[in-house]
């Protein structure tokens, strides 16, 4: 998940809701006040704000970094956990697991940070793209591919057995990975789910044993962060209409 959470997901930028007064007896026949429902939009221009300097100031590094430990280690691509063996498998597993994911996530963030901005659908794609296209592969390449490989590699080094020194490495960088977004400003309930988040990505990457795939924790990772970034706003804003049109049903 990216560490630049946009700042309308944690603020109070939703403007309530404006219910019409009940109507008079008298006035019956009259039309009914105009319901007013004032809410913000996200906009391309910005999501581009926020995104060039997360692509530059974080992103970038970390596709640097993995790309030099693809070079040094001498595997390559192979070294980040990209392998072309099972790729379909691997592809359907994280779709299949993504998808439901990227709900749980969206209500998640309904529960740690209700107020929202509305993506125009140009944005929703621009946002959505960028989450599944970059944000999640990147974030995947260097905190799996190379923290938690180089971890469990250092831990192996110990009198421990080789299953303990990949625990123990999965678990030391799923801690790393979620105390990292507090350099975000990020609140602890979501530093709390963003850590699980990362607990769950590890743990696909090692349940692919001697192939190393990391395909299923990229996807699923792209998932669960538009889920909580993006598309949690647009879930927001229809969990908010229905709430509204439950109101103005018993105002009259």
Do not use: C
């Not at 630049?4 to 019409?20: F, I, K, M, R």
């Not at 209700?114 to 960028?130: E, F, H, I, M, N």
């Amino acid at each position: 998940m990216s560490s630049e959470y946009p700042e309308h997901a944690e603020q109070p930028t939703a403007t309530p809701v404006t219910l019409p007064p009940p109507p008079e007896p008298a006035a019956a026949t009259q039309p009914r006040p105009a319901h007013i429902y004032h809410y913000q939009r996200s906009t391309v221009a910005d999501t581009w704000g926020w995104l060039w300097k997360d692509s530059l100031q974080r992103l970038l590094p970390f596709a640097a970094a993995s790309a030099v430990y693809a070079r040094v280690s001498g595997e390559g691509a192979r070294a980040l956990g990209l392998t072309r063996e099972g790729w379909r498998r691997d592809a359907l597993l994280g779709i299949g697991l993504g998808m439901p994911l990227a709900g749980v996530a969206a209500a998640f963030r309904g529960w740690v940070a209700p107020s929202y901005r509305l993506p125009t659908p140009a944005d929703q794609a621009v946002q959505t793209t960028y989450y599944l296209g970059l944000n999640g592969p990147i974030e995947e390449l260097f905190w799996r591919g190379v923290v938690q490989a180089l971890a469990v590699r250092a831990l192996g080094r110990l009198p421990v057995p080789g299953r303990s020194a990949a625990l123990a490495g999965w678990a030391l960088t799923t801690a790393i990975f979620g105390a990292y977004h507090r350099l975000g400003n990020w609140s602890w309930r979501s530093i709390a789910g963003v850590t699980a988040a990362g607990g769950l990505f590890g743990a696909l990457y090692l349940a692919s044993g001697r192939r190393r795939s990391l395909l299923p924790a990229i996807i699923v990772h792209g998932f669960m962060t538009a889920g909580f970034l993006s598309w949690g706003d647009a879930a927001l804003h229809a969990r908010a209409a229905r709430r509204i049109v439950r109101s103005l049903r018993g105002a009259h």
